[in-house]
């Protein structure tokens, strides 16, 4: 007969996980798993389902607490105390393995559970022993097996309730281990599980209410609990702004859905993407970047799980969303990092590639495609203007920096009239209702009263008129023979400031002023 030994243990606990805040994620799933059994047990009402969280700094203390159907004393000891001996179904339950529950011994001293179901009027509890169990571990040399590791840290007790209707499953960690003061964080918590939790959106977020009803449509249920940290709502906490160094930098101004179905078409995912102009990758600004995988609306592993799964790792920083897996063929490994691997998982995989490849990898690089091309023509503009200014005040040296001047307005004339071109031939080959147009219509929103004054001009073809400029000595106090010397000075200034051209306008237009 094989024999588990101890260390087993240190897999179950600090080597399960790789972030410690995961722990609320595993006793959250186990608590929505207990609010659903008292809703279909009619305990609870669709919406009467509660999940509470208390951080306590100075006491370093945590509790996990949910109103779910609780667990009645007499299957207590074997539901709670057993390990790895789960009897929720894979694949429907969020939390199946019957592990999960270990994984805060790693960062207190002692955790505590305890239920009570409705009717009862005795609180059941075990208590673990996190400090002994760290001593056995790693100091005492003794090879002692698994169970009896378990027997010297756990125990069981009661107590009496007098609240016979009261149902709930509640977790404590006593005295949270100095290394794990982030737990604590109230506002780390918070954003960290507003990402990651199966919550509501926030109500700023305006297309929620598309996200719904695209998941009522396919038929898809959207799980969402009611979760506090110290009394304050989780919610996802979706913005339609996209920043970059805290600064506004894009907007999301619509939101598009993608199904994925097997060859039996049968539902197996489905997403959800904002649509904005892609102005660059997202930095961390942007709280909720990437599209997330979810099961049952918890996510799956980081943020970054699928960044794999597009031609190039940078292409998942460029959006916000989420993608729902649905199959109950696709079962979240122990770790809840991904899928076990299995032909769904691979099937999947590949339908999201898909994906990734021919719609959101060419939407991005679409986008900057656009932007280029209004970005020639607003450049031209720009020199236009700069080349007229600098004719009407008589600026220009001599009738050589005039003429490169006009051949350099040419240059960007001709860059401007390909870039329209090429914006009309991507026009032609995208429809309206596709989402490269629709990004291509935003930017064109955007830079129109940028790139309005070129339209004319570039329809017209070379017709437009040149304006005479004047030089920038032709109103200077001088005669013909001074003007000229004075140009010449200015142009030998301006080779010598070759790569420097801020100062060589700068000692001009000293001159300029002395000569006056």
């Given at each position: 007969m094989a024999?588990?030994?101890?260390?087993?243990?240190?897999?179950?606990?600090?080597?399960?996980?790789?972030?410690?805040?995961?722990?609320?994620?595993?006793?959250?799933?186990?608590?929505?798993?207990?609010?659903?059994?008292?809703?279909?047990?009619?305990?609870?009402?669709?919406?009467?389902?509660?999940?509470?969280?208390?951080?306590?700094?100075?006491?370093?203390?945590?509790?996990?607490?949910?109103?779910?159907?609780?667990?009645?004393?007499?299957?207590?000891?074997?539901?709670?105390?057993?390990?790895?001996?789960?009897?929720?179904?894979?694949?429907?339950?969020?939390?199946?393995?019957?592990?999960?529950r270990l994984c805060?011994?790693?960062?207190?001293?002692?955790?505590?559970?305890?239920?009570?179901?409705?009717?009862?009027?005795?609180?059941?509890?075990?208590?673990?022993?996190?400090?002994?169990?760290?001593?056995?571990?790693?100091?005492?040399?003794?090879?002692?097996?698994?169970?009896?590791?378990?027997?010297?840290?756990?125990?069981?007790?009661?107590?009496?309730?007098?609240?016979?209707?009261?149902?709930?499953?509640?977790?404590?960690?006593?005295?949270?281990?100095?290394s794990n003061t982030a737990l604590l964080n109230k506002q780390g918590i918070l954003d960290y599980l507003s990402l990651v939790a199966p919550v509501p959106y926030i109500n700023s977020f305006i297309y929620s209410a598309k996200i719904y009803e695209h998941a009522k449509r396919v038929g898809a249920k959207l799980d969402e609990y009611k979760v506090l940290v110290n009394g304050e709502q989780v919610l996802k906490n979706y913005k339609t702004y996209l920043y970059k160094n805290e600064r506004k930098n894009d907007e999301i101004s619509d939101i598009l859905f993608q199904d994925f179905y097997d060859e039996n078409n049968n539902l197996i995912a489905w997403l959800w993407y904002g649509l904005s102009t892609f102005n660059g990758a997202l930095d961390k600004t942007n709280h909720a970047r990437y599209l997330r995988l979810r099961k049952e609306n918890i996510q799956i592993g980081g943020p970054e799980t699928l960044n794999g799964l597009f031609n190039e790792s940078r292409g998942n920083k460029y959006f916000v969303g989420?993608?729902?897996?649905?199959?109950?063929?696709?079962?979240?490994?122990?770790?809840?990092?991904?899928?076990?691997?299995?032909?769904?998982?691979?099937?999947?995989?590949?339908?999201?590639?898909d994906f990734f490849k021919n719609t959101l990898s060419k939407l991005y690089h679409s986008a900057s495609n656009v932007r280029g091309h209004y970005d020639k023509i607003a450049n031209y503009v720009q020199a236009r203007k700069e080349f007229e200014e600098n004719g009407a005040k008589n600026k220009f040296i001599n009738s050589l920096e005039k003429e490169k001047a006009e051949k350099s307005l040419e240059t960007k004339k001709l860059a401007s009239e390909k870039a329209q071109k090429d914006l009309g031939r991507f026009e032609l080959n995208h429809p309206k209702e596709t989402a490269p147009a629709m990004v291509a219509a935003r930017l064109k929103a955007l830079y129109m009263d940028t790139c309005k004054e070129a339209l004319p001009e570039i329809v017209e073809g070379n017709e437009r008129k040149k304006e005479k400029a004047g030089?920038?000595?032709?109103?200077?106090?001088?005669?013909?023979?001074?003007?000229?010397?004075?140009?010449?000075?200015?142009?030998?200034?301006?080779?010598?400031?070759?790569?420097?051209?801020?100062?060589?306008?700068?000692l001009i237009e000293k001159i300029q002023e002395g000569l006056k």
């Open positions: 024999i588990m030994g101890k260390n087993i243990w240190d897999n179950l606990t600090a080597g399960m996980y790789l972030d410690s805040r995961i722990i609320f994620r595993e006793y959250i799933q186990n608590a929505c798993d207990s609010i659903d059994d008292a809703q279909s047990e009619g305990l609870l009402g669709e919406s009467d389902g509660l999940i509470e969280i208390i951080l306590d700094n100075k006491k370093r203390y945590i509790s996990i607490k949910d109103n779910g159907a609780g667990i009645n004393r007499e299957e207590f000891k074997s539901k709670v105390g057993n390990v790895a001996d789960s009897d929720k179904e894979i694949g429907s339950a969020k939390g199946f393995r019957g592990i999960g805060g011994l790693a960062y207190c001293e002692n955790v505590v559970f305890s239920s009570k179901s409705r009717g009862e009027s005795t609180v059941s509890i075990m208590s673990l022993d996190a400090n002994a169990l760290r001593y056995l571990l790693y100091e005492d040399k003794t090879k002692y097996t698994f169970e009896e590791v378990y027997e010297k840290i756990v125990s069981f007790s009661t107590e009496n309730s007098s609240n016979i209707d009261e149902h709930f499953f509640k977790v404590e960690l006593f005295d949270v281990r100095k989420e993608v729902f897996a649905v199959s109950k063929q696709l079962i979240p490994n122990s770790q809840r990092d991904n899928f076990n691997e299995n032909d769904m998982r691979i099937f999947f995989e590949e339908s999201l590639k030089y920038i000595t032709s109103d200077l106090p001088l005669d013909r023979k001074g003007r000229k010397l004075v140009t010449q000075i200015y142009q030998i200034i301006t080779d010598f400031f070759d790569k420097d051209e801020s100062r060589a306008k700068e």
